[in-house]
């Protein structure tokens, strides 16, 4: 059996070796495109502002001398991750190279304009918040054993239940409420999956459905015909925190957001903490890594299971809200648009680590949120493709690194107990 | 059921490797087979009627359900309807079947019917003059290249760098919506005097004929049913015998089962998962195809209408098997055609569908629990038709 493991190992090799290969031609492909694109023949600076008003904390650089340092960085990282690779540090590089070949997308788009850097930064966090959510979910689950692909039906039916607890009582209690949506929605996952030991992909998609038809079917049936009493919970509006919002570029970004953004760096800190260095995360990752082991030392793998899922459940319940209660304002069919599979994404491209989850929920919110920017600019590329660039982007993040991710050795499979 | 204890006890011993038997079973336990299934159904409409209670009182049950079985099969229309509904949701359905036999679970099938649909469009308003019985063909092969290379991309995916289908075919699908708004908007495509994405209609002579203008009942021309539903059987009769009769199908099946073993048998895993999810993509895009070629004669955002997702629900109830995904697809396309109905007549949305669909996979996925509220002992286990994130 150990032989037969030991050739498997052996045989998946070459697929990694192609993995870092194939990330390695794109990053020379990417290199060619930013220069043949973006520099040859660009004129003009572009100005990229920092500060709230124009002239505050200003930068202009040339875009073409912007995009050629960016070709020339992009064919350096190809040389490397071609020859030795970055080993533990893809994924970081990757996030790097991404927002360098952002800005210099920005520079070829915005020359010989000016564009404000620090409201794109704030669209960023707020457009990455209900992705880091789902991603932390999804996180809380896996590091369990759990799959959870139902991320996307718990955002739905939170942010359903947010517009209308939230209109009917008030936006906190619409928080509340869409949290314990999430759970229950959550808690069904964990009995189909722990208890019927349903295949868990196959449970979470039967989640994402019924969320979808639940909610659909309520909204048509209620909530049209009686918006204003039953979908209209209002935004809740950012708290400036003291002092620290006066921090020129940061304070902006970071302490000047509702109560969404607090609550989800509250609970990246939270959840590394608990992970980590309690003795709750080092039972939950056994359990994850090795049931059995797990049980054997008198850990109830079905409770941890349980309560993970459920905690998983709230988190992306509450993140549900924000969709409502965070920014729009009111609930639509189908308003979460695949944000909980970008999430699901962005848990695997940040290695199951609430941190690392956070980074790539980051890195797509501003793929988001350059695509709202270029549609403003005009550049003449079609706004389909510009829509399409998260959706991309989530693909080649999984090619390129899910395979150099190692998740949770239990991850999808059910522990049946002896 | 009497027998079932005797064959739990040869299963103790097993002398051939447990994939085997999976791929190719000895004995076919037809009972379990069929009866778990019509539970499901059957509890799914009970739970259903628990919501119609909720929403619109006890009374409003029978008139709702009544009305969903009148519309479905109360004459000869709505046979006809139902069996045109049912018709793309058998291509897809078999395209998310042939995927779960192999042991991936193709979510994308909505965007392959999307590209699929819109490449038959293109070929089908374009060659004005050639004749149907080459231009016809021509457009239904275009929609399954079209859907084939949607399917070909996150097969590639998977067997070359492990990246999981279940993601890249969701981002694949908004993609392909995407890529249908804009192409319906380019002025080769465009129907004149329109600003927004819609396409011109398809030629006549591309258009899928209607079946039914023979029968001699009136209202003859009412009914819609084209040759897209004998393509459907003839296609589900072809993925049976390729899965069940050929080499490639039983290499699909063991990949499915067991990769490692499949891999240590000689059998080339790689290219099984592209071809599988080539094949799939095929199959859906002749799914998209029959829509825009056969009952709407032309493409516009959102011509899938679900039938993608709808497809996984009944490729579960069918088992992953063909004849299992046409009956269940004539089941499916029962509740959608009825449920237009349902709406019309009383006051129940068409969203029930929805959750009685989803309820549906429910009770199939967890055999276990239908045996719990059943009371029915024994039997097979919940099967793992998935893998996780690693290859």
Known sequence: MTAVAGTADFVRAPAEIRRARILGIVYLLLATVVFLFFAVG???????????????LDFTVSAQVLATFTAVVFAFLGGIQLTKGFGAKTNVVLAIAIGLFAFSFLGWAAAGKSLSLIGMLGTTVALAAPIAFGALSGVMCERVGVINIGIEGMLLTGAFTGA????????????????????????ALAVLAIKYRVDQIIAGVVINIFALGLTSFLSSQFLVENASGLNNPGVLGPIRIPLLAEIPVLGRILFDQNIFIYVMYLLVAGMTYGLFKTRWGLQSRAVGEHPKAADTLGINVFRRRYINVFLGGLIAGFGGAYFTLGSVGAFNENMTAGRGFIGLAAMIFGRWHPVGALGAALVFGFADSLQVKLGILDTGIPSEFLLSAPYLVTIIVVAGVVGKARPPAADGQPYIKE | MSDEGTEAKENKEPKEPRWVERVAPKNVDWSSLAVIPFLAV?????????????????????????????????????ISETLLVATPLIFAGLAVALGFQAGLFNIGAEGQMTIGGLTAVIVGISFEGLPAVIHLPLALAAGFVGGALWGFIPGVLRAKTGAHEVITTIMLNFIAFRILDYILKQPFTQAEGRFDPISKDVLESARLPRILTWLPVEGVEMLRLNLGF????????????????????????AVGAN???AKYGGMAVTS????????????????GSNETLGVLGRAFPGFTAQIGFDAIALALLGRSHPGGVVLSAILFGALRVGGRAMQVETDVGIDLIIIIQALIIVFVAAPELVRAIYRIKGGEEARQLTRGWST
Do not use: H
Not at chain 1, 167 to 187: D, E, H, N, Q
Not at chain 2, 272 to 283: R, S
């Open chain 2, 42 to 78: 059957f509890s799914a409409l009970v739970v259903g009627a628990v919501f119609i209670i909720f929403t619109e009182g006890l009374g409003s049950v029978l008139p709702a359900y009544g009305a969903l079985l009148r519309g479905a099969f109360g004459g000869w229309n709505s």
């Open chain 1, 164 to 187: 209308v607890v939230g209109t009917v009582m008030s936006p906190l209690f619409g928080i509340l409420g869409a949290a314990i949506a999430g759970g229950l929605m959550a808690l």
């Open chain 2, 272 to 287: 099984a998962i592209i071809l599988v999810m080539v094949l799939a993509g095929g199959l859906a895009g002749l799914g």
């Open chain 2, 259 to 261: 990769p490692d073993a």
């Open chain 2, 230 to 253: 004998i393509l459907a059987l003839a296609v589900a009769w072809i993925v049976y015998w390729i899965l069940f009769k050929s080499t490639i199908g039983f290499e699909f099946r």
């Open chain 1, 42 to 56: 660009t004129e003009g600076d572009v100005t990229f502002r920092l500060g709230d008003q124009p002239g505050d």
